[in-house]
């Protein structure tokens, strides 16, 4: 009896440190909300007054402690940086407010203004072709609503399976056979795409060139023949990384490798 008391003495306490723990847990987590709203409504107000510089050092440090960031901070912070008129660092957040939310007129609007800083204007080639259609298919839907989708499809699936085999009625059961076939294919096309927008959020990866002026050379060595040269603010798609390069890929599908430190990509 003495030890079974002892050994539910001893449950009690881990249990009792686990809770602990736990509360805590919950209440940093709750204490590190709260800080960043406060410290995001002084940024505004700061931005408001036009004091771009302290509001963009505010909106710097809550994505250091937040880590994970919304579009509207990426919006205000491209904001302050536009306003300052530091080039890169305004078209690079900008973009990331747009990864966050496609569909934002304000976003698009203001990243279009803040592109016209840049100095380099480089073609834009349309993708053409098959591939283009199943990416803008694809590109809809994020991989994390895609898979949502294929989720609701199936549980939905198994539903119409439970209503199909229960049901007595033909009507009824033919009602549910056809939904089933739906939702199947639904279901099919949902998982696909989440797979290949999953691949092109991996084989996809947009940067921003941020060294004041940097030559792109046709191999990745300093002695390499110069290509061409890029100034901050232009956008480029890695494709490659070897050693301390990147083979970099424009708009207009030009080609060359740069210096890894020269550019920031947005999907870090």
Same mark, same amino acid.
Do not use: D, S, Y
């Given at each position: 009896m003495c030890q079974d008391k002892?050994?539910?003495q001893r449950k009690q306490i881990i249990m009792n440190k686990i809770v602990t723990y736990i509360v #805590? *847990?919950?209440t940093q987590i709750i204490w590190a909300q709260d800080a960043s709203q406060i410290l995001f409504e002084k940024a505004n107000e700061n931005y408001r007054q036009e004091k771009f510089e302290l509001a963009a050092s505010q909106y710097e440090s809550i994505l250091e402690n937040q880590k994970v960031a919304s579009a509207e901070l990426y919006y205000n912070l491209g904001n302050a940086y536009y306003k300052l008129g530091k080039v890169a660092p305004a078209i690079f957040n900008l973009e990331k407010a747009l990864l966050l939310n496609p569909d934002d007129e304000a976003i698009q609007t203001n990243l279009h203004f803040a &592109?016209? @800083?840049a100095i380099d204007d480089i073609k834009v080639v349309p993708e053409v072709g098959f591939s283009k259609l199943v990416y803008n298919f694809t590109s809809m839907l994020s991989y994390d609503a895609w !898979?949502?989708?294929s989720v609701g499809c199936a549980i939905t699936f198994l539903l119409f399976f439970i209503g199909y085999y229960f049901s007595s009625y033909t009507n009824i059961k033919r009602?549910?056979?056809v939904g @089933?076939?739906? #939702? #199947?294919t639904v279901l099919l096309v949902s998982i696909f795409s989440a797979y290949l927008q999953k691949r092109f959020d991996t084989n996809i +990866?947009? !940067?921003i060139v941020f060294a004041e002026s940097t030559f792109v050379k046709a191999e990745p060595k300093n002695s390499a023949e110069n290509a061409f040269e890029l100034h901050e603010g232009t956008k480029v798609f890695v494709k490659e990384e070897l050693d301390n390069w990147k +083979? *970099? &890929?424009l708009t207009d599908k030009t080609e060359g490798w740069i210096k890894k430190d020269a550019i920031k990509e947005l999907k870090e």
């Open positions: 002892n050994e539910h #805590l *847990i919950i &592109q016209k @800083m !898979a949502w989708t009602t549910f056979f @089933m076939f739906v #939702l #199947l +990866r947009p !940067a +083979r *970099i &890929q």
